[in-house]
């Protein structure tokens, strides 16, 4: 019996990933290259696009002769990509700029305008929350500022859509990185031209949206050979990394919450067609022509746990840190953390936004304040996932994936705070195999999104205890309060 493997490209903000699989989900191989983050100014955080493509190649070779797999046993490579990327680029393809990611707030200023002046007739077109992380804000400080790439550009695009203009000379984006730019009409679902006007740029200089199941054939020759594929091996192109790791841990049907914890964290939730909500608080971000991902993105995740351990001059592993949190009981004894200490995206949107911790006093140690960063963080994605039952209604299940999620610790925490039994994916590549299954479904190799349910590797789910919950739903009032009240003073 012949052997099929597919591959899950994953472009993330701190690294590229190439991920094999077979058809079950099993990990055969994976291959990382960790990505440089430049910072010109404060505030401003760029990457260098052709550093990320030649990561990418590196990656899919080191995966394939990890995995030790012939190029006849190779079905696909599909994308997962960052969100909100921006590189102006000149008429030969070159870039102008570097890639202006997710966390480069320069258009703090402009985002803030806008929402005093079209904040609901945009979200209503878009779903997008305005901040300075959407290229809509970016672009219109680019023009604002006179500057000089956006000046000279011809086109305007993601990394992932540079990438796939590297290897296939194709203009493609599929519907949620389009959606993700923030000029993208969720109605239309094509490109919006009142926002279009707005930045100062036409739908020319703008890809083409497709759908992600969308199939791209004849790769440059010198790019399959440095891979080690097969030139006519098709490739999918796959979707944003929110959306994918939704679908490649299982959550996808309603009820079914999904939690990325990394650096950074989201809450998402599938449903079916566009929904938003009056507050803004969260996304919703077109994936198919029928089904969108409705949630929050948070700026401050496991960065706040590494900050206070860097702050503490502790020397331990992450394990040995966070394990301090187990001497101290559900509370931290009265020390509440808002963990704002990045800006915030969901449930604030305002990237002024400040940590803070409440109820210091003398008997707090070193594990009271790691337990309160562990809570804080887990607060937060509770906030705005109560955002998400709005919109939803209560979730029946939550999926985790991310670097959080292999602490035993933090994911009984969750499991209390939500009061929910939390599940958790063998594989830590979720996005990576969500842009596989989507590669399988593009080809016929898979009947349906729905069908990677039955092609997880899941571990025993977690359960809440009970107790815990009871003293967690006291505690999450007092801390509902204090974002209420400290967030007028940001």
């Given at each position: 019996?012949?052997?099929?493997?597919?591959?899950?490209?994953?472009?993330g903000?701190?690294?590229?990933?190439?991920?094999?699989?077979?058809?079950?989900?099993?990990?055969?191989?994976?291959s990382?290259?960790?990505?440089?983050?430049?910072?010109?100014?404060?505030?401003?955080?760029?990457?260098?696009?052709?550093?990320?493509?030649r990561f990418?190649?590196q990656?899919?070779r080191?995966?394939?002769e990890?995995?030790?797999i012939?190029?006849?046993e190779?079905?696909?490579?599909?994308?997962?990509?960052a969100m909100?990327?921006?590189?102006?680029?000149?008429?030969?393809?070159?870039?102008?700029?570097?890639?202006?990611i997710w966390?480069?707030?320069?258009?703090?200023?402009?985002?803030?305008?806008?929402?005093?002046?079209?904040?609901v007739?945009?979200?209503k077109?878009?779903g997008?929350?305005?901040?300075?992380?959407?290229?809509?804000?970016?672009?219109?400080?680019?023009?604002?500022e006179?500057?000089d790439?956006?000046?000279n550009?011809y086109?305007?695009?993601s990394?992932?859509?540079?990438?796939?203009?590297k290897?296939?000379?194709?203009?493609?984006?599929?519907?949620?990185?389009?959606?993700?730019?923030?000029?993208f009409?969720?109605?239309?679902?094509?490109?919006?031209?009142?926002?279009?006007?707005?930045?100062?740029?036409?739908?020319?200089?703008?890809?083409?949206?497709?759908?992600?199941?969308?199939?791209?054939?004849?790769?440059?020759e010198g790019?399959?050979n440095?891979m080690?594929?097969s030139?006519?091996?098709?490739?999918?192109?796959?979707?944003?990394?929110?959306?994918l790791?939704?679908?490649?841990i299982?959550?996808?049907s309603?009820?079914?919450?999904?939690i990325?914890?990394g650096?950074?964290?989201?809450?998402?939730?599938?449903?079916?067609?566009?929904?938003?909500?009056?507050?803004?608080?969260t996304?919703?971000?077109?994936?198919?022509k029928?089904?969108?991902?409705?949630?929050?993105?948070?700026?401050n995740?496991?960065?706040?746990?590494?900050?206070?351990k860097e702050?503490?001059?502790?020397?331990?592993?992450?394990d040995?840190?966070?394990?301090?949190?187990?001497?101290?009981?559900?509370?931290?004894?009265?020390?509440?953390?808002?963990?704002?200490?990045n800006?915030?995206?969901?449930?604030l949107?305002?990237?002024q936004?400040?940590?803070?911790?409440?109820?210091?006093?003398v008997?707090?140690?070193?594990e009271?304040?790691?337990?309160?960063?562990?809570?804080?963080i887990?607060?937060?994605?509770?906030?705005?996932?109560?955002?998400?039952?709005?919109?939803?209604?209560?979730?029946?299940?939550?999926?985790?994936?991310?670097?959080?999620?292999?602490s035993?610790?933090?994911?009984?925490m969750l499991?209390?705070?939500?009061?929910?039994?939390?599940?958790?994916?063998?594989s830590?590549?979720?996005?990576?195999w969500?842009?596989?299954?989507?590669?399988?479904?593009?080809?016929?190799k898979a009947?349906?999104?729905?069908?990677?349910?039955e092609n997880?590797?899941?571990?025993?789910?977690?359960?809440?205890?009970?107790?815990?919950?009871?003293?967690?739903?006291?505690?999450?009032?007092?801390?509902a309060l204090?974002v209420?009240?400290i967030?007028?003073h940001?």
């Amino acid at each position: 019996m012949s052997r099929e493997f597919v591959i899950g490209l994953d472009l993330g903000t701190t690294s590229v990933k190439a991920v094999v699989f077979d058809l079950k989900g099993n990990v055969i191989s994976e291959s990382e290259e960790m990505i440089t983050s430049i910072y010109p100014q404060q505030g401003w955080v760029e990457q260098d696009p052709n550093q990320i493509e030649r990561f990418a190649v590196q990656a899919v070779r080191n995966s394939i002769e990890k995995a030790n797999i012939q190029r006849s046993e190779l079905l696909t490579i599909a994308f997962s990509s960052a969100m909100h990327s921006l590189i102006c680029l000149g008429e030969d393809h070159q870039p102008l700029s570097n890639a202006l990611i997710w966390a480069d707030g320069r258009s703090s200023e402009q985002a803030e305008k806008l929402k005093h002046l079209k904040k609901v007739e945009i979200f209503k077109k878009t779903g997008v929350p305005l901040h300075p992380m959407s290229p809509l804000s970016k672009l219109v400080w680019m023009k604002e500022e006179n500057y000089d790439p956006y000046l000279n550009a011809y086109l305007f695009l993601s990394i992932k859509e540079y990438i796939l203009l590297k290897w296939f000379d194709q203009r493609v984006v599929d519907y949620s990185m389009a959606a993700a730019t923030g000029l993208f009409n969720a109605h239309t679902l094509d490109w919006d031209g009142e926002l279009l006007e707005l930045t100062g740029i036409k739908k020319e200089q703008l890809s083409v949206v497709v759908p992600p199941t969308e199939v791209l054939t004849g790769i440059n020759e010198g790019v399959a050979n440095e891979m080690g594929i097969s030139s006519d091996l098709p490739f999918v192109i796959g979707a944003a990394d929110g959306q994918l790791a939704n679908l490649g841990i299982g959550a996808i049907s309603p009820g079914e919450v999904a939690i990325t914890a990394g650096t950074s964290g989201a809450i998402r939730q599938f449903a079916n067609g566009f929904k938003i909500t009056d507050k803004h608080e969260t996304f919703s971000y077109t994936f198919t022509k029928d089904y969108s991902i409705i949630g929050g993105p948070t700026n401050n995740g496991g960065i706040a746990l590494q900050w206070l351990k860097e702050l503490l001059n502790d020397h331990g592993s992450f394990d040995e840190f966070t394990g301090e949190a187990k001497k101290v009981a559900p509370g931290a004894e009265g020390l509440i953390f808002l963990p704002y200490i990045n800006g915030e995206r969901a449930p604030l949107w305002n990237q002024q936004a400040r940590g803070n911790f409440f109820g210091m006093n003398v008997t707090h140690k070193k594990e009271h304040f790691v337990r309160s960063v562990l809570e804080g963080i887990t607060f937060n994605l509770y906030q705005i996932g109560q955002s998400l039952e709005n919109l939803a209604g209560a979730p029946d299940k939550i999926y985790v994936n991310g670097g959080l999620s292999r602490s035993d610790l933090w994911l009984q925490m969750l499991a209390d705070v939500f009061g929910k039994e939390v599940y958790v994916s063998e594989s830590h590549h979720s996005a990576a195999w969500g842009a596989a299954w989507t590669g399988l479904v593009a080809l016929d190799k898979a009947s349906s999104f729905e069908k990677i349910k039955e092609n997880i590797p899941m571990g025993s789910p977690i359960k809440p205890n009970e107790n815990n919950h009871k003293i967690y739903v006291k505690i999450y009032q007092k801390y509902a309060l204090l974002v209420r009240d400290i967030a007028k003073h940001f």
